[in-house]
């Protein structure tokens, strides 16, 4: 056991880090002998340094300064837990300046900052663990840059952001609309008060453009992924699909295809019996398929404060034990392989489910099916349902399943779709995950 403790600064303490402050407290024996030397948090740095932090141990300063970390030579691990990307970033390069080994869980940072970053890093030789901003508590970083490091990955599926699958769970299971599901996550802890990174899918695209950094050695800016979000799924999209034999989950997607790579978070039909598609409530599921191992497949909790301070702990653990320097150097290394190019939007290939509500009135489904058919897009069932509405202005909705075809053929089936005067909205497109 070494005599000299692991001095650990940490800089944020609201929901992930006092959750780290627990387990650095309530489990400092086991820690103790994981590590073979104490832990010991010597400074916490806040925006509101007068707030109550229940947990933390009174002996331990809270200031807001940052250059209290900075300047505190004895300080050789940073726990970063702030979430955005201007504070956080600048912190993030001081203090690697500054000769201190960092821990984070905050994705956005990763996502658009990472490779800048780790390179920083890796000139200074310091490291950076970042378990915690990809799916919380399953360890799905640590997965791709130890366990898997023999395999070629060749895809990557996930859902990733458990707000959107807390939210479509339960629409289905308890007859409720997206806004009543959204209260309901809202008021359970499962939301935000400002849901938007959630449910338009960009939580989730940051998450997987950092996993397919560390399989692809690709960087993929989430503004490049075809992302649509959940926010237009209707409870009876979802009944549908059940009827159908699926389940809409908001589906994250990287995979190869033919030397290059498919990327796309959206929401998407995945066929009952699929673990994709049990995966219920606010739980994430990785499935990687590797060239060795086949498919393996990660679920738990992808967010929440007691998961994600596991992962941060974890990281921590790591730094202690001198494990951090060589994960981190896989990481780097990683960023050495040949990138993949990014598959055009209008690439991918699936059969697509389509709904969209029209006149009931004579010829309408031959002007919707001569539009699929001009852009070259085969049906392989229909269903319309009995009409509503007023008695002089009829409305009927159309369920439609196709075989399989491009994005691109789609997007501009879309188009045109919603130009016919029959058609009453935007028609909903969603991928069959096959
Ligand atoms: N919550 C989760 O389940 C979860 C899961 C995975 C990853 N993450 C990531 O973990 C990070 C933290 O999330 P959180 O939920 O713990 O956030 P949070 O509850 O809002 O806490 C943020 C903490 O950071 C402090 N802070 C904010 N800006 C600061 C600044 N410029 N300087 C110093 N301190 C600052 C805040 O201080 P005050 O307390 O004084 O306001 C607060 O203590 C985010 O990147 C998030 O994406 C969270």
Same mark, same amino acid.
Request: glycine share 8%; with cysteine; charged share 25%.
């Given at each position: 056991?070494?005599?000299?403790?692991?001095?650990?600064?940490?800089?944020?303490?609201?929901?992930?880090?006092?959750?780290?402050?627990?387990?650095?407290?309530?489990?400092?024996?086991?820690?103790?002998?994981?590590?073979?030397?104490?832990?010991?948090?010597?400074?916490?740095?806040?925006?509101?340094?007068?707030?109550?932090?229940?947990?933390?141990?009174?002996?331990?300063?809270?200031?807001?300064?940052?250059?209290?970390?900075?300047?505190?030579?004895?300080?050789?691990?940073?726990?970063?837990?702030?979430?955005?990307?201007?504070?956080?970033?600048?912190?993030?390069?001081?203090?690697?300046?500054?000769?201190?080994?960092?821990?984070?869980?905050?994705?956005?940072?990763?996502?658009?900052?990472?490779?800048?970053?780790?390179?920083?890093?890796?000139?200074?030789?310091?490291?950076?663990?970042?378990?915690?901003?990809?799916?919380?508590?399953?360890?799905?970083?640590?997965?791709?840059?130890?366990?898997?490091?023999?395999?070629?990955?060749?895809?990557?599926?996930?859902?990733?952001?458990?707000?959107?699958?807390?939210?479509?769970?339960?629409?289905?299971?308890?007859?409720?609309?997206?806004?009543?599901?959204?209260?309901?996550? $809202?008021? /359970?802890?499962? !939301?935000?008060?400002? @849901?938007? =990174?959630?449910?338009?899918?960009?939580?989730? +695209? &940051?998450?997987?453009?950092?996993?397919?950094?560390?399989?692809?050695?690709?960087?993929?800016?989430?503004?490049?992924?075809?992302?649509?979000?959940?926010?237009?799924?209707?409870?009876?999209?979802?009944?549908?699909?059940?009827?159908?034999?699926?389940?809409?989950?908001?589906?994250?997607?990287?995979?190869?295809? $033919?030397? /290059?790579?498919? !990327?796309?978070?959206? @929401?998407? =039909?995945?066929?009952?019996?699929?673990?994709? +598609? &049990?995966?219920?409530?606010?739980?994430?599921?990785?499935?990687?398929?590797?060239?060795?191992?086949?498919?393996?497949?990660?679920?738990?909790?992808?967010?929440?404060?007691?998961?994600?301070?596991?992962?941060?702990?974890?990281?921590?653990?790591?730094?202690?034990?001198?494990?951090?320097?060589?994960?981190?150097?896989?990481?780097?290394?990683?960023?050495?392989?040949?990138?993949?190019?990014?598959?055009?939007?209008?690439?991918?290939?699936?059969?697509?489910?389509?709904?969209?509500?029209?006149?009931?009135?004579?010829?309408?489904?031959?002007?919707?099916?001569?539009?699929?058919?001009?852009?070259?897009?085969?049906?392989?069932?229909?269903?319309?349902?009995?009409?509503?509405?007023?008695?002089?202005?009829?409305?009927?909705?159309?369920?439609?399943?196709?075989?399989?075809?491009?994005?691109?053929?789609?997007?501009?089936?879309?188009?045109?779709?919603?130009?016919?005067?029959?058609?009453?909205?935007?028609?909903?497109?969603?991928?069959?995950?096959?």
């Amino acid at each position: 056991m070494s005599e000299s403790p692991l001095h650990i600064g940490l800089i944020g303490c609201g929901t992930v880090g006092s959750g780290v402050a627990r387990i650095l407290s309530e489990q400092h024996r086991l820690l103790e002998r994981q590590c073979g030397r104490r832990l010991c948090l010597k400074r916490v740095v806040v925006r509101h340094p007068d707030r109550p932090r229940p947990g933390l141990p009174e002996s331990v300063p809270v200031t807001d300064r940052i250059d209290d970390i900075l300047q505190d030579e004895s300080i050789d691990l940073a726990v970063q837990l702030i979430g955005g990307t201007d504070a956080a970033l600048d912190y993030a390069r001081r203090l690697l300046q500054a000769g201190r080994d960092l821990v984070t869980a905050n994705k956005a940072l990763i996502c658009a900052h990472g490779s800048e970053l780790f390179q920083l890093a890796g000139r200074l030789k310091r490291t950076i663990g970042f378990e915690a901003a990809v799916a919380g508590g399953i360890p799905v970083i640590s997965t791709l840059t130890t366990a898997l490091t023999g395999n070629r990955i060749e895809s990557i599926e996930g859902i990733l952001n458990g707000t959107s699958n807390f939210i479509l769970s339960r629409m289905l299971t308890d007859n409720q609309t997206y806004e009543q599901a959204l209260s309901l996550a $809202q008021k /359970q802890g499962y !939301a935000e008060a400002d @849901p938007t =990174l959630d449910v338009d899918g960009t939580d989730a +695209a &940051q998450k997987l453009s950092i996993l397919i950094r560390l399989a692809f050695a690709t960087d993929v800016p989430v503004e490049k992924m075809i992302r649509r979000g959940i926010d237009r799924i209707m409870l009876s999209d979802l009944e549908a699909a059940a009827a159908l034999g699926y389940r809409i989950k908001l589906l994250a997607m990287a995979r190869r295809n $033919q030397e /290059q790579l498919e !990327a796309w978070v959206q @929401p998407a =039909l995945i066929h009952h019996e699929r673990t994709l +598609a &049990q995966t219920s409530g606010a739980d994430n599921i990785v499935t990687i398929t590797g060239s060795a191992v086949g498919r393996l497949r990660l679920a738990g909790a992808g967010a929440g404060q007691m998961p994600t301070a596991s992962a941060v702990v974890a990281d921590i653990i790591d730094y202690a034990t001198g494990r951090a320097a060589r994960t981190f150097d896989a990481v780097l290394r990683s960023q050495t392989a040949p990138s993949l190019d990014i598959q055009p939007q209008e690439a991918p290939r699936h059969r697509y489910y389509i709904r969209c509500t029209v006149d009931d009135r004579p010829h309408v489904l031959a002007d919707v099916t001569d539009v699929l058919g001009r852009h070259e897009i085969s049906i392989s069932s229909l269903h319309q349902d009995e009409p509503t509405g007023a008695n002089d202005r009829p409305a009927a909705r159309l369920i439609i399943m196709t075989h399989q075809t491009t994005e691109g053929r789609m997007r501009n089936a879309d188009q045109d779709l919603h130009r016919l005067d029959c058609v009453r909205d935007q028609p909903l497109r969603l991928p069959v995950a096959d």
